[in-house]
C-alpha cells in the first residue's frame, strides 16, 4: 500500500513465467508504473525484433524510456547455433553493462529465458553474475517461459502466466494494440 | 505479429483473472502499447483509492489517459453492503457511459470480478448488457480474482496470474514503483 513506502529501497528480482499471454505486457505496466513514480526504466528484449514497430516500442520512445530490441538476429534455426549464441553473449555483455551503469532504477530482461533454456548462456554463470553484480536497490524483471530452477531460486516474486483460453482458438487475427 | 495487422479492428475481451501478481500490472502494460499505437484508453479502478498517488495514476496523467479510481467509497465490511452496492452501481453506470461514449478504443474495467462476485452487480444483467451494447471495434479488458462463468464465456481471451513465489513470503516490505 502508499501508505507503507519504506525509506531504503530494497531491490527485487521479479519474473514472470508460464505459457500465457501477459508476461511482457506484465513488464511492461510494471515499467509505466515505475516510469510514474520516477525511476529510471531500461528494457532489454532478447528474442523480439525492432522492424515491426510495436506499440511498446513507440510508447518507449514517446516517455522516454531506454530501450534495445536485440532479437533481429535470432534465427531460432538449430544450424545456426554459433550465431544464435554469439547473438545472446553480445545481449548479455549489454545487460552487465546497463546492470553495472548506475542509470536505472528498473532493468527488464524480456524473454530473457529462451537463451538460459537452450544453452546459448550457462544458468549457474549468469545467476552467480547477477547474485554478486546487481545493485541492492535496483529491480530487476525477467519473462519468458520455461523458467529454470537457478533463476526462481533467485527470485523474490514468481508468477506464472497460465493460457486459460486464446483469441487464436476462435480464429480471431493478432490485434494491433493488444498483442502488438 | 506486426506484419500481419487486420485491416479492420476486431475488438477484444480480455480477462486477466488468477491469486498472482500482475493483473492490474498487465493491464496497464496494454494499455501502454495500445497507447503507443494511439488507441484512445480509458481505465475504471472499481476498487483501488485514488489518495495513494499510485505509480500507475502519476503515469497516466503524465500520458494523458482517462481515469477513474472509485475505491475510495468501498467499506469491504458486510455491515455496509447497501453502500457498497450503490457504489458498485454507480461504479458500473459509469462504465456504461464511457462504453457508450465512442470516445476510447480501449477500455479498462479494473478489479471489476469484484462487485460481480460479491452479489453488489447481477453478473447476467451486466454479461448481456457488455455483449449487446459494447461496440464490436472496441477492446475490453477486465482484471479481478475469482472470475465468474459468465465473463469467462464473454472473453475472447483469458490469462490466470497464478503466484510461484510472493516477497511477502520473505518479509520484503512494498517497494514503491513495483507494488504501487
Not at 67 to 87: C, I, V, Y
Given at each position: 500500500?502508499?501508505?507503507?513506502e519504506?525509506?531504503?529501497?530494497?531491490?527485487?528480482?521479479?519474473?514472470?513465467?508460464?505459457?500465457?499471454?501477459?508476461?511482457?505486457?506484465?513488464?511492461?505496466?510494471?515499467?509505466?508504473?515505475a516510469?510514474?513514480?520516477?525511476?529510471?526504466?531500461?528494457v532489454?528484449?532478447?528474442?523480439?525484433?525492432?522492424?515491426?514497430?510495436?506499440?511498446?516500442?513507440?510508447?518507449?520512445?514517446?516517455?522516454?524510456?531506454?530501450?534495445?530490441?536485440?532479437?533481429?538476429?535470432?534465427?531460432?534455426?538449430?544450424?545456426?547455433?554459433?550465431?544464435?549464441?554469439?547473438?545472446?553473449?553480445?545481449?548479455?555483455?549489454l545487460?552487465?553493462?546497463?546492470?553495472?551503469s548506475?542509470?536505472?532504477?528498473?532493468i527488464?530482461?524480456d524473454?530473457?529465458?529462451?537463451?538460459?533454456?537452450?544453452?546459448?548462456?550457462d544458468?549457474?554463470?549468469?545467476?552467480?553474475?547477477?547474485?554478486?553484480?546487481?545493485?541492492?536497490?535496483?529491480?530487476?524483471?525477467?519473462?519468458g517461459?520455461?523458467?529454470?530452477?537457478e533463476?526462481?531460486?533467485?527470485?523474490?516474486?514468481?508468477?506464472?502466466?497460465?493460457?486459460?483460453?486464446?483469441?487464436?482458438?476462435?480464429g480471431?487475427?493478432?490485434?494491433r494494440?493488444?498483442?502488438?
Amino acid at each position: 500500500m502508499p501508505q507503507t513506502e519504506t525509506p531504503s529501497r530494497h531491490g527485487l528480482v521479479i519474473l514472470y513465467t508460464g505459457n500465457g499471454k501477459g508476461k511482457t505486457t506484465a513488464a511492461l505496466g510494471l515499467v509505466m508504473r515505475a516510469w510514474g513514480h520516477g525511476l529510471r526504466c531500461c528494457v532489454i528484449q532478447f528474442i523480439k525484433s525492432e522492424r515491426g514497430r510495436w506499440g511498446e516500442t513507440l510508447a518507449a520512445e514517446r516517455m522516454g524510456i531506454a530501450w534495445h530490441a536485440l532479437g533481429e538476429g535470432f534465427t531460432w534455426q538449430s544450424e545456426d547455433l554459433a550465431r544464435d549464441r554469439a547473438k545472446a553473449e553480445e545481449g548479455w555483455a549489454l545487460a552487465q553493462a546497463e546492470i553495472l551503469s548506475g542509470n536505472h532504477d528498473l532493468i527488464v530482461l524480456d524473454e530473457f529465458t529462451y537463451p538460459l533454456r537452450y544453452g546459448w548462456l550457462d544458468v549457474r554463470t549468469v545467476v552467480d553474475w547477477l547474485r554478486t553484480h546487481r545493485p541492492p536497490e535496483m529491480h530487476l524483471l525477467v519473462t519468458g517461459r520455461d523458467a529454470i530452477d537457478e533463476l526462481m531460486e533467485l527470485s523474490d516474486l514468481i508468477t506464472e502466466m497460465r493460457a486459460i483460453k486464446h483469441p487464436y482458438d476462435t480464429g480471431l487475427a493478432a490485434q494491433r494494440g493488444i498483442e502488438f
